[in-house]
Every structure is written in C-alpha cells, then in structure tokens.
C-alpha cells in the first residue's frame, strides 16, 4: 500500500522559511512526478510546484523565486524549501504523486497518491 507522509509544517512569522518533506514508500515504485499543493480554508486546493522524474519544475506564479522543489530520487522522497513566506502562503499543503507500482513482473498504470497535509501558518 502506497503512503506518503509529509513533515516540516509548522508557524513562521511572515518573511521566515519553512521546509517540507514528503517521503512515499509501499514497494517498488517507479516515480512520475512528484508535487505539492495547498489549501487554505475555504478555497480550492491549488498547485504550489510540480517536479517530473526528468527534472522539469512548475511553480504557482504566486510562489515563483520563493518556493523550491528538488527530490532525492532514490529515496522517492520531494522537499519544499518555501522562502521569504507570506501570510497568504497559510494553507494545509499536500503531498502528491503519480507513480507506477511495480506488481507480479511488471509496473502498473501510474495513479495519482497524496499525502494526509500538514498545515503551514504565516503569521503577521
């Protein structure tokens, strides 16, 4: 069974950083893309940065050349280094990954996981 637990959530004063980790486990797995998304009360869960099995990164506009995502592939683990944060960065953030399982000889279809959240304030 596929788990993704996440650390590193926390209260920051605004300008501090944060950094989140995600470790998923549960047999072999062969990793797509890994990413975080947030959400904050009432509002919509939204992308924060995505990080492909090739390297290729995506960030939310609204966390461009403040947040970074980098993975240690071996230990299908992702971080979020999260900078300069801002109180609307407050928000749960989710874990997420696209993988493959590999199941009697062979890989299966990848799926989306995520994580349970861990929840980010940036106080004021």
């Known amino acids: 069974q596929v788990q993704l637990v996440e650390s590193g959530g926390g209260l920051v004063q605004a300008g501090g950083s944060l950094r989140l980790s995600c470790a998923a486990s549960g047999g072999t797995l062969s990793i797509d893309t890994m990413a975080w998304y947030r959400q904050a009360p009432g509002q919509q869960r939204e992308m924060v940065a995505t990080l492909t099995s090739g390297g290729t990164t995506n960030y939310a506009d609204s966390v461009k050349g403040r947040f970074t995502i980098a993975s240690d592939n071996a230990k299908n683990t992702v971080w979020l280094q999260m900078n300069s944060l801002k109180p609307e960065d407050t928000a749960v953030y989710y874990c997420?990954?696209?993988?493959?399982?590999?199941?009697?000889?062979?890989?299966?279809?990848?799926?989306?996981?995520w994580g349970q959240g861990t929840q980010v304030t940036v106080s004021s």
């Open positions: 997420n990954a696209y993988l493959r399982i590999y199941y009697i000889g062979k890989f299966t279809s990848p799926k989306d996981y």
